[in-house]
């Protein structure tokens, strides 16, 4: 049985995995307790493993970390990019900067980096103001949310608080904005479906009230304590001709396609399959290592493999990677849920409402969405939509090249809540629906 780390989210549960997931009740910032993906973590360990590949054939470990190295020697480093999407320890994020400045190139991630509080802070605020809903993404921060006083829900469609509700044409946050002050904390989530809370996240940081970011990849926060660059914003991905990416997930929806791509990763998905090089590394619960929560605790995953760091210092000819995670932590020693200090700008972020669909399609976040897993297969409409569109029980819905059921929900028309992903990953985008009748 191994001590480890949930990857569902930036909360990091510690737990153990063995045959089954145990919960480890010693873990002060979940307490043993696990949310429905953590405890179904053997689901996302039991996917398709990585091959090692060079141009589509199967190869030796060695020969892909080889091939990796010579074929990136051959770009300069304003051409080659490094990216993560942060479901990796500390020391193989820490490997993966060293790379990356032994190349003299950019290293990115997706995600936020911010620890300012303790999840068990959040009850000792009067008031809460949420942009997602926790009772479906962080169960665990809905817990401590229960215990605050007055709890709202900024978004697009009524929740299972004090709403308030957006105009989707042009979102105006000053209802919100009213109720700032040092007695509130905002929560949000850092996701390409969050991009409409910018403008308020940087007004609460200006304000006197509080902050928790929360991401939905594991380790944002050690990328970002290591200066790791933002996905999207300041990369002109024009000038990439090579990315190497580390256990690369959902990064924006999107794949992109450069002259060489190289991957590093566990298990096998859509950039292994479009990946010139794919280099195979053992999976999380496997690994020797640390990561950084969201609250900034450090966590520690006891697995025996240190594989993943050695495929990095192979290629780029180092061994300091064990310093580098002490010199950014700023400790002499690792010692397991000691808190670090991080705060970083909130980055501007645009929100573009595209496409022209009847219907506002806005997504829910949940660590399934992030690992590519449907674990539901209905999205809400309205009672008055499902009338509308004459739709009968066993009928389904296609939306873009989806199939699903749906629930008639107690929501506004003319919205779609879904807690899979179905359109490109936008917080708030229009679709159609077509009836498929049964
Ligand atoms: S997905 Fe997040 S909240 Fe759920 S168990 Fe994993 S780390 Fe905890």
Redesign the pocket.
Known sequence: MIES?????????S?YVGDRIFHRKNAPH?EGK??????D?LKYYSREKAECKVDGKNVELNEAINEAKKRLEGYSGDEILFLTSCTATNEELAALKLLAEKFDAKCCFYGYGNALFSLKDIENFGRVILTFDPFVS???VARRVLKVKEVYEVGFVDGRVNSIILNPENPNFDDALALLDENTIALAEYSPLSTVYTPFLKEVVKSNAKAIVFNPT?NANFAAMLGFESFENKIDFDKVKAIYALEPELINGAIPSPELLIVQSAFSNGWCDKADVVIQSDSFHQKRGSVVNAEGRILINNGKSEQGVEILEKIGGFEQTASKVLETLNVNTIKEFSTVEITEEFREKEFKLKGEGKYYLTTKSN?FLWKGIDHKNFVELSVEDVKELGLSRTDRIKIGDKELCYKPSNIQKGYIVSEILISQLKGLTRVDISNLHY
């Open positions: 780390v949930c990857i569902g989210c930036s909360i990091g549960c737990l979940n696990l949310c429905k993906f953590g405890m973590l962080y169960p665990l594991l660590p």
